[in-house]
């Protein structure tokens, strides 16, 4: 079977361009979700660094300031679905087709308003999938890049139901301490099985964890098993999955 890898980097971080200039030294496509601000106080890519992330890459919206959908009112949560991409789009000059809930914290009533504001897919944080389900305006993934202890991954599982598909990943990432260790052999596995290992983290983890040669490691690690036509942004992911 064929597998896919796709890599989505979220919250407009300032060390996205570190991140990008990683994925470009081996040639792997991206998703970059941006919010246009932070409201948690998080510095956001200036409007210059964002067109040049667009040139190379494919640009998502996160909502305009970074908010957590489940928690808001109904205005304001279509408020910052509408007025995120539109800003985005502003800025860029060309359609925002991709969305990412932040925090992972949404509902149905969010997936409605994303769909009505004219997006084509959203990501969600659910982990442990090596498919990206039935819904395109659910997409899941197979893991973050980040140091988590292996309970983090209990839970999500936990959350996140669809038990059974996820139960494999769920076990090698129980059966790893190490996390690099971890992350590297879900990949090996989906190289093995076929299906799609979606990879997403935030730049500012990973500086703050000093993991630039990990994710330098592992992306080198995917270019060196997967052709370039096997390395996709999400909208690209989208087109072929949905």
């Not at 928690?71 to 925002?96: F, N």
């Not at 009533?109 to 982990?127: C, E, H, L, P």
């Not at 260790?181 to 990949?187: L, S």
């Amino acid at each position: 079977m064929t597998t896919l890898f796709s890599c989505s980097i979220d919250d407009g971080h300032p060390s996205d361009m570190r991140t990008a200039e990683l994925l470009q030294r081996h040639g792997i496509a991206a998703t970059f979700y941006i919010p246009v601000r932070n409201r948690e106080g998080h510095p956001v890519l200036r409007p210059t660094e964002i067109r040049a992330l667009d040139r190379e890459f494919e640009i998502g919206s996160h909502t305009l300031d970074h908010c957590f959908l489940k928690t808001l009112t109904v205005d304001d949560a279509h408020a910052q679905i509408s007025e995120g991409k539109a800003q985005l789009e502003q800025l860029l000059g060309h359609r925002v087709a991709g969305f990412c809930y932040p925090g992972g914290k949404y509902g149905a009533r969010d997936i409605g308003m994303v769909q009505t504001a004219g997006f084509s897919y959203a990501r969600t944080t659910m982990n442990l999938c090596l498919d990206t389900g039935d819904n395109p305006f659910e997409m899941p993934t197979a893991c973050q890049f980040h140091p988590h202890a292996r309970n983090v991954y209990l839970r999500n599982f936990i959350r996140g139901g669809a038990w059974s598909k996820r139960t494999e990943l769920l076990r090698l990432a129980m059966r790893h301490e190490n996390w690099i260790e971890r992350i590297n052999a879900m990949f090996d596995y989906a190289c093995e099985t076929g299906g799609v290992f979606h990879l997403w983290g935030h730049s500012r983890d990973i500086g703050q964890a000093n993991a630039w040669d990990e994710l330098d490691a592992f992306l080198a690690r995917v270019a060196g098993r997967l052709p370039k036509a096997q390395r996709v942004d999400n909208g690209r992911l989208a087109a072929l999955c949905y």
